[in-house]
Every structure is written in C-alpha cells, then in structure tokens.
C-alpha cells in the first residue's frame, strides 16, 4: 500500500515561512515526477511546482522567486520551501506523485496525499 504523507503546515504571518514535507511509503520501486498542489477553500485545485527525477522544477508564476520545491530520493521525500508567503497563498498543499511499486515495475501511476493546511494571515 502506497502512501504519501505531507506535515509542515500551520498559521503564519505575511511575509513569513514554512517548509512542507511529502513522506512516500510503501512497496515503491522507483518515483518519476512529484507534485506539490494547493487548493484554496471554494478554488480548484492547481499546480504550484514539479520536480523531476532528476531534478528539473517548474513553477507556477505566482509562486516564482518565492517557493522552492526539492527533493531527496533516497528517503522518498519531497519538500516545498515556502518564503514571502501572503495571505492568498492560503490553501490546502496536496503532495502528488507518479511512481511504480515493486511488483509492478513499469507501471507508474499517480498518488496524492492528504493534505496539509497553509494558513497566512495579514
């Protein structure tokens, strides 16, 4: 059973930080693409930065110059530095991942975690 299990979020003040983390666990074999989401309260869900395997990002343009979105493959783990938050940056942050699981090898699906609540206050 795969699981993706995001912790770091919580109340900050504008112009503050916060640094989330995704724990993948489970019969993994390898991990391609992960994904960092968020989802403001009556908002789809959007894209907020991608990493590579090997470690290209891309970024959306609201967050440029201010999020950073890395990764460590050998404990499975993918992080989202969140500097010079605002108060629009308030969401919940969904961890999302393609991966393949052991007796599976080739076959890479999609997983999200549960979600962890970003809340900015001006």
């Known amino acids: 059973q795969v699981q993706l299990l995001e912790s770091g979020g919580g109340l900050v003040q504008a112009g503050g930080s916060l640094r989330l983390s995704c724990v993948a666990s489970g019969s993994i074999f390898r991990i391609n693409y992960m994904y960092w989401y968020c989802q403001a309260s009556g908002e789809q869900r959007e894209l907020v930065a991608t990493i590579s395997g090997g470690g290209t990002t891309t970024y959306a343009d609201s967050v440029k110059g201010r999020f950073t979105i890395s990764r460590d493959n050998a404990q499975k783990t993918v992080y989202l530095q969140m500097n010079s938050l605002k108060p629009e940056d308030t969401a919940v942050y969904y961890c999302?991942?393609?991966?393949?699981?052991?007796?599976?090898?080739?076959?890479?699906?999609?997983?999200w975690g549960q979600g962890t609540q970003v809340t900015v206050s001006s």
């Open positions: 999302n991942a393609d991966l393949s699981v052991y007796f599976d090898r080739l076959n890479f699906q999609n997983y």
